[in-house]
């Protein structure tokens, strides 16, 4: 049985280096964009490895700013055709990996276009039926790549909210006026929510290259919740003068983020198991006392569509959080 589950496996990677020389070929005879395409069909291999930086940068080059349109629109067209049809695990992986760091270290152009490409479609990178059943371990490797691409979107979703990206401004929500924390800190906690899905479980908790992505969206986790903290100290600081309508939306935001605490902690205790966790800067959030909690839910049930407190009593002492290297 070992040696027929090792002889697969070599017949297996034969095949993907076939089909990727194949596709190399093709598209160096054919494709009006060589470079770009060739750059992403190889940086995309069927290689359980790391995609080259040499082929990154191409790619990241073609989405620039400075690039040409067409360009752009060339390049994200193959990285999504990539993805929608492979069934290879590694193949999907390092794509929505690409797209990732894209997202990171390109300019605000990236994705921009990535949204405006994505109109008419509910779901961009819809890997929801994505199955990889070559082996076992595939089968493991798929599960954490679905919620990987789900983090993704909801990345996009945030940013078309809020039209920033809260990784690169982690300060905006301090300055939000009540009705943009009432639409953005909700858009955030779902990002938070599809993040902590994120957890890798079975054969895909000992692979290097999901180590890697995880590695990513840890740093962006600890950026995530000091976005959403900021605003949180923003909203607890007008809660009690706020509406009765605008109160309770207040008050289940202000209480998904304490729940959302407490599962992010656990987020990171696993994230410390691995080599890249030694290095993180992680977010300690220190939780309100309950009294805090029964006197904003007091408020709303005293308040009413007219009413108002005139004195703050309750400010944001109650609410506070700090940083630690670990």
Same mark, same amino acid.
């Given at each position: 049985?070992?040696?027929?589950?090792?002889?697969?496996?070599?017949?297996? !990677?034969?095949?993907?280096?076939? !089909? #990727?020389?194949?596709?190399?070929?093709?598209? !160096?005879?054919?494709?009006?964009?060589?470079?770009?395409?060739?750059?992403?069909?190889? +940086?995309?291999?069927?290689?359980?490895?790391?995609?080259?930086?040499?082929?990154? /940068?191409?790619?990241?080059?073609?989405?620039?700013?400075?690039?040409?349109?067409?360009?752009?629109?060339?390049?994200?067209?193959?990285?999504?055709?990539?993805? %929608?049809?492979?069934?290879?695990?590694?193949?999907?992986?390092?794509?929505?990996?690409?797209?990732?760091?894209?997202? /990171?270290?390109?300019?605000?152009? &990236?994705?921009?276009?990535?949204?405006?490409?994505?109109?008419?479609?509910?779901?961009?990178?819809?890997?929801?039926?994505?199955?990889?059943?070559?082996?076992?371990?595939?089968?493991?490797?798929?599960?954490?790549?679905?919620?990987?691409?789900?983090?993704?979107?909801?990345?996009?979703?945030?940013?078309?909210?809020?039209?920033?990206?809260?990784?690169?401004?982690?300060?905006?929500?301090?300055?939000?006026?009540? @009705?943009?924390?009432?639409?953005?800190?909700?858009?955030?906690?779902?990002?938070? *929510?599809?993040?902590?899905?994120?957890?890798?479980?079975?054969?895909? %908790?000992?692979?290097?290259?999901?180590?890697?992505?995880?590695?990513?969206?840890?740093?962006?986790?600890?950026?995530?919740?000091?976005?959403?903290?900021?605003?949180?100290?923003?909203?607890?600081?007008?809660? $009690?003068?706020?509406?009765?309508?605008?109160?309770?939306?207040?008050?289940?935001?202000?209480?998904?983020?304490?729940?959302?605490?407490?599962?992010?902690?656990? $987020?990171?205790?696993?994230?410390? +198991?691995? #080599?890249?966790?030694?290095?993180?800067?992680?977010? !300690?959030?220190?939780?309100?006392?309950?009294? *805090?909690?029964?006197?904003?839910?007091?408020?709303?049930?005293?308040?009413? @569509?007219?009413?108002?407190?005139?004195?703050?009593?309750?400010?944001?002492? *109650? $609410? &506070? *959080?700090?940083?630690?290297?670990?």
């Amino acid at each position: 049985m070992a040696n027929g589950s090792g002889s697969q496996k070599t017949i297996r !990677k034969a095949i993907g280096a076939l !089909k #990727d020389t194949t596709k190399v070929g093709l598209v !160096k005879v054919n494709s009006e964009y060589k470079g770009i395409d060739v750059a992403i069909v190889k +940086a995309t291999s069927h290689d359980v490895v790391l995609p080259k930086e040499k082929h990154i /940068r191409t790619i990241f080059s073609a989405l620039s700013a400075t690039s040409p349109r067409a360009d752009v629109t060339r390049c994200i067209h193959r990285l999504i055709k990539r993805l %929608s049809k492979t069934h290879n695990w590694t193949v999907a992986l390092k794509t929505l990996l690409i797209i990732h760091r894209a997202i /990171r270290e390109t300019d605000y152009n &990236f994705p921009e276009e990535l949204i405006s490409y994505s109109r008419g479609s509910n779901l961009m990178l819809n890997l929801s039926h994505f199955r990889d059943v070559s082996t076992p371990e595939a089968w493991d490797y798929s599960a954490w790549i679905r919620c990987y691409a789900l983090y993704l979107e909801e990345r996009l979703e945030c940013y078309r909210v809020m039209k920033y990206d809260i990784n690169r401004d982690q300060l905006g929500t301090k300055m939000l006026d009540t @009705p943009g924390l009432l639409e953005q800190l909700p858009a955030m906690q779902q990002l938070l *929510f599809r993040l902590l899905a994120c957890k890798p479980e079975g054969a895909a %908790s000992r692979n290097s290259l999901i180590h890697y992505c995880l590695s990513i969206i840890a740093r962006e986790s600890s950026s995530l919740y000091i976005g959403i903290s900021n605003g949180i100290l923003n909203l607890v600081d007008r809660f $009690f003068e706020m509406r009765h309508s605008n109160a309770t939306k207040a008050l289940e935001i202000y209480k998904r983020a304490s729940s959302q605490a407490e599962k992010l902690s656990d $987020f990171f205790q696993i994230c410390r +198991a691995y #080599d890249f966790g030694h290095e993180l800067r992680l977010t !300690k959030i220190e939780q309100a006392p309950k009294s *805090f909690v029964t006197a904003m839910e007091d408020y709303v049930k005293q308040s009413s @569509p007219s009413s108002s407190l005139q004195n703050r009593t309750v400010s944001t002492f *109650f $609410f &506070f *959080f700090y940083l630690y290297k670990v």
